[in-house]
């Protein structure tokens, strides 16, 4: 198997695993386009971020805040991990710093996320967001 058909799958597997169970507002779903651990993110309209990494691991609970321009993602099952991205268009430039349980040692990437539309994932968005970081946040996603 490919390793972008093998992100595709995890990509599309991330979907069906809390997001329906839970009925949150889908914000977006990103899959790294390179090598990157971090190998596919949904961030949900409630700060919430579901992330799954190249072993197979995932983080239903982590967190996301978007400051200006600066998308922040911070894993509850790796602390150690940094993710920090800027969005251009449908892309996520993010130097993304992980912890190597193994080594117990810390990795730094470049990597580069694109925007994806997960199987089976419904893309309605509340027209009245409570939170200000998500209004910036889709807004920015229409930009050209």
Known sequence: MKRRDFITLIGGAAVTWSLAAKAQ?????????????LAA????????AQ?????????????WTLDGGTLRITSQAFPLDRFTGHLTNDLIEADYVWHDLQKDELNRQSCIFERF????????LQKNWSDAAAVAFLAGLSAP
């Open 117 to 124: 539309t997960p199987r089976g994932a419904a893309r309605t």
């Open 25 to 37: 507002q889908l914000i977006g779903a990103w899959r790294a386009t390179n090598e990157c651990f």
């Open 41 to 48: 993110f949904i961030l949900t309209g409630n700060g919430r």
């Open 51 to 63: 992330t799954v990494y190249l072993s197979g691991e995932r983080d239903d609970n982590a967190t």
